[in-house]
């Protein structure tokens, strides 16, 4: 039962698709599975911008030219996409979600989205009718099957051509043990990360929270800290 | 601004004292700050039974005869202590702290209580109108200087004698920045541990419900895990 890389699931197949694809996040995340030979779907408002940022990534240090990154809009990128990372801001992302909801049935989605508020003490984690952005998508997304994970890794790191490794656990909160699976396969194609089962979706507001005590960290110690769980 | 252990005050002349220091977290830190050659005042309700958790402790393997580890009642243990580790059960939390408010006032108090509740799915965050256990003790305890810690240390390792060395850093909750030097030289005494600035008082809540998440970490995994910040 120890993490064992060797058991995941092959998902070299699996086309991802990212919402929000063009924000920070979002497009770090997209070259780090471009970068791994994913197919990858970028998503925007704008199929326009989407299609930029596919060239972009596509051109970055590692992105092999047969690897394909394509930019469309989040709609189209839903339904072409076996998964799919919602990367959006918090402020849009009940009404991004919901507009999703037909395209995304039957499919795998990633929430990474954290709700954070910022006044001049700092960021601090806001409160959730669902509970958390991950008990929102999966109340707005009855026929997805819907976990977090990607909340702490830092959009920095993802984005500098130069690093090679990204050495983090991501944390996966689901009640769907074989999306622990195919989200942690997905999380260990990127070098230095492991994909960590961490709880039932109700216990995702912490996780989603804490990444404003990774700010605090960054901020006092100049870094780009991510978590690590010891013993596994 | 990087971590750096060599710049930690020294904290070995100070006494550390554990409210509920029989129980399985309490007597495990108690262990491990004895160890560590500190002494160290085990509290309870009852001065028997922490007198004998004081005569078990120092005679476990590694502490050195010459440490102070004796056992007194909660409120004799607050007087005398310098910095004062919070670790009764949560059900207690509140009543245990506004009844020592007096005699820890000056002190240093270190809350490592987390507020979690169980059902048939597992642990889950319980809501604290304060916000956090951390803000609960701030607010009963005025006269204080309060942090949240160590909520995150395996009580089966800390208590393992045969266990030289625990991985993982103690994420520090504070207003107070001289805080975090004391309780993070505290932690960096026992071996594998480093104590990290990680936020406010009003960011602790997240990290006393990440216990959830380590509990069902543990249970899938087979592991005793708490975490490590990666990039510090």
Redesign the interface.
């Given at each position: 039962?120890?993490?064992d890389a060797s058991t995941l699931p092959d998902v070299s197949g699996l086309t991802v698709g990212i919402i929000g694809g063009t924000g920070d996040q979002g497009r770090g995340l997209a070259y780090r599975f471009a970068r791994a030979g994913q197919s990858v779907l970028i998503g925007s408002r704008s199929s326009e911008r989407a299609a930029e940022a596919a060239v972009e990534i596509a051109a970055l240090r590692g992105v092999s030219p047969g690897v394909e990154v394509a930019g469309a809009g989040n709609e189209e990128v839903a339904r072409r996409s076996d998964v799919v990372v919602i990367a959006v801001p918090w402020d849009g992302h009940a009404a991004t979600v919901a507009a999703l909801a037909e395209p995304l049935a039957g499919k795998i989605v990633v929430d990474c989205v954290n709700p954070l508020g910022f006044d001049r003490?700092?960021?601090?984690?806001l409160a959730v009718a669902e509970g958390s952005a991950a008990q929102q998508a999966a109340a707005l997304l009855p026929d997805s099957r819907v976990c977090a994970a990607f909340n702490h890794v830092?959009a920095p790191?993802l984005a500098d051509p130069a690093i090679d490794r990204i050495?983090?656990d991501v944390?996966i909160?689901t009640e769907d043990r074989e999306l622990v699976g195919v989200v942690g396969a997905l999380a260990a194609r990127i070098p230095g990360m492991r994909g960590?089962?961490?709880?039932?979706l109700?216990?995702a507001?912490?996780?989603e929270?804490?990444t404003?005590?990774l700010?605090?960290?960054n901020k006092?110690?100049?870094?780009?800290?991510?978590?690590?769980?010891?013993?596994?």
């Open positions: 039962m120890a993490y003490q700092g960021p601090y984690a830092s790191l050495d983090l944390l909160c960590i089962y961490a709880g039932r109700r216990n507001h912490q996780i929270a804490f404003a005590n700010i605090a960290i006092r110690y100049k870094a780009h800290a991510g978590i690590r769980v010891t013993d596994l």
